[in-house]
């Protein structure tokens, strides 16, 4: 009601959650109650495309607006339901669709490899990126950090959400036209405002978030948290990372004619190991 008096959008996120509730199974409205953004429509929410529709059905009718329905291909979370219906709103351009990233593809554009590598899997956005790492109890430094009582250290999991900066800047980031950010150009330079409030041990899934606060070559800086559920673990108020452009280069076409763009001439140059990811 409020909305419609006013038209003011910052109503439009309480609406959204509450429309989507409705159609939510009891038992997982919950997750709703104190979700991120990252919380995902079918996976976490069980929401299928039929139940979509009846989802935009009712928000059209709320909010008093229309939405095509080839515009909703690239919702996959909250995140993305929100930031879509706040667009509309406000008649601004749609952003980018969030990319979903298995473990395969984050393993063959980080320059970070296994075992060093901290992030299962992750989301990348024009605004952010989300990821998730489950601590197994197998890692070479739980060893000896601490003796019988293995314990993730802080300096690892500030380690993972710069890891988590880094893709960002791979697969989410703007360029300048024809180049892109060469993977073995990005390094850490430094952080302020690291808190940690929790501690990890085996079994625990870490959920990650960064978001760029400040991006003008050749430094980016990001805000970033991990928590576990919904305790908070670490807290980062800035994390600043040095990059360099390099050139775009093309894969020449295949046999079937198709051309693909290759992510940067050092990728192209140095191949995946994946031999290490799949070990």
Known sequence: MQFRKTGNADHMPAIVIGVIERFVEPDLRPKLKDADDDLRLI????????????IVILVEEVLQLTINNDE??????VGDVKTFIDCKIRGLPLPRPTKFLPIEHIGSVMPVQPPFL???EASVSSTG??????????????????????VMPASIMLEALGQLAVLFLLEGASTEPGKSIGSNTIFF???????????????DLLTLSIKPK??????????????????????????????????????????????QPAADSEVAANPPLRVAMNA
């Open 189 to 203: 330079t430094g952080c302020e405002g690291v808190r940690a409030h929790r501690i990890c041990k085996p079994g």
């Open 129 to 150: 990126a989300n990821g998730k790492y489950k601590i197994t109890g197998q890692e070479f430094f739980l060893q000896g950090h601490f003796k019988d009582n293995p």
């Open 43 to 54: 996976e976490d929410l069980g929401i299928d495309s039929l139940t979509m529709m009846e």
């Open 118 to 120: 901290f992030l299962n």
């Open 214 to 259: 400040r991006m003008k070559m050749p430094l980016a800086t990001f805000e970033g948290a991990i928590r576990v559920g919904q305790e908070k673990a670490v807290i980062v108020e800035e994390i600043t990372l040095t990059f360099a452009y390099v050139e775009s280069a093309v894969v020449p076409a295949a046999a079937n004619g198709t051309v």
């Open 72 to 77: 909703l291909r690239n919702l996959r979370t």
